[in-house]
């Protein structure tokens, strides 16, 4: 109340209280001098949830998929003995056999144009794909382009249908403890929201360490179904897509990862417009700084990616990084750990200059690294496989995959084994297969090399085998040169 105050005091009162309700409403940045943005105003928290369920629920889709699975009858112990094959002869009938499989998930409108932004693994490998509107109108799909690395996909459909879409926000600027709203299917309930808050950002180690993570973790309810959809925050900017959750029982138990909306959008926009995903190469192997080689390396905290092994030749060899060098930036941009100076190396166009800012010696340094490409990578990670492990591979063929009973896409073929090489000390063989590293199933080659990239020098490794002239299986232990 005013009453008994003069009407001079009254009115530096009235000014005092608008400048600070100015201020207390002020969008963030604006106290700095930075311009306001009209759509940054307050969010009034009774009724935010609502406002963004109606926003994005029209741009919500519920996706359909049927794949095939080919399911290969085992071998029989003695099949291959011309007398077993006289005496007792094989049982008839095919020794493979197709199964139809069916799934769902969640995707969401990209643009106008009917492209559809959802994860790999809803759509990938599927010969069938079909969308449902949130106005129950059903289309089927094509796939655009997918990134297994990412696990993102994007699809289209072609319609005459006004589609609505939605829009994305900065998730480098998402807080800790933030408001998200989360939209999807789960267990095929459509349209289902839900609401949490953002509980950690740069979570890594959960899934294949080959692939590019940089989770964002959030408590907002997010079940099988879910996977593809948006994480919103509360002004309704999709911040992150929806992946995994962690859990023991298959259900939410309080732990759901998104993808960042930031890698999620660059990945969109080169898979719309190339059909794939070209990324950047620095020719490193990077772990977390621990406290005590943060301290020996004169680092105060453990933030910044320390370069463990370099590929000779690569990109960061040619610009003079060192093995014991902690990247704390690049192109400015600071790096809290090994992933993040991976995935924002992924990120940079290839041939193009990045400036990385390191510590050695405890003192910083600056650099300038130019981008190699992944046929590059590809030819000196090959060699560094023969280096570290003396042995060369390639993929198995159909006929190989079929005789043990696995997929054409699963395991590498040993073609050349180093006698004294790591794995030739331990009793590899040319023939042999490799179908996992360190418990990682190995998908062929490609992730084969990339798997033993990670691995330290000197590091002990554990790799799942099948003796080519037995075929039996087993695990066998061996140590990186």
Known sequence: MLLGISARYRRHLIIVTAIMAALFFMPAGSAKGQAPERSKGPVDLS????????????AVVHIEVTGQQEIVMPSLP?????????????PKGPRKYRKELKGLGTGMIYDARGHILTNYHVVGGATRIDVVLSNGSKYGAKLVGSDPKTDLAVIRISTKERLPSVTFGDSDKVQVGEWV?????PRGLDQTVTQGIISAKHRTGITDPSSYQDFLQTDAAINPGNSGGPLLNLRGEVIGVNTIIVSGSGGF??????IPGSIALHV?????????????????????????????????????????DIVKGGPADRAGLRKGDIVVSYQSKEISNGASLRNEAATTP???EARV?????GKKQDLKIRIGAPKEAAKALAASVKER???????????EAGRRGLGSAQGVLITWVEPKGPLGRVGFEAGDMILEVNGQAVSGPENFIELVALLKPKQQVTLLAVDHSSGSSGYVQAVVR
């Open 47 to 58: 009724t935010a949830i609502i406002q963004v369920a109606k926003k994005n629920i029209p």
């Open 78 to 90: 003695f099949e291959d003995d011309p007398f077993f094959r006289y005496f007792f002869g094989l």
């Open 181 to 185: 709203v989360a939209i999807g299917h």
């Open 253 to 258: 138990e309080g732990i759901g990862l998104a």
């Open 268 to 308: 969109a926009k080169l898979l719309i417009a190339h059909g794939k995903v070209e990324r950047g190469w620095l020719g490193v192997s990077v772990q977390d700084p621990t406290p005590e080689n943060a301290k020996a390396l004169g680092v105060a905290a453990r933030k910044g990616a320390l370069i463990a």
């Open 350 to 352: 290839v041939g193009s």
């Open 357 to 361: 800012t390191i510590i050695r010696g």
């Open 389 to 399: 492990l003396g042995v060369e591979v390639r993929a198995l063929t159909q006929k």
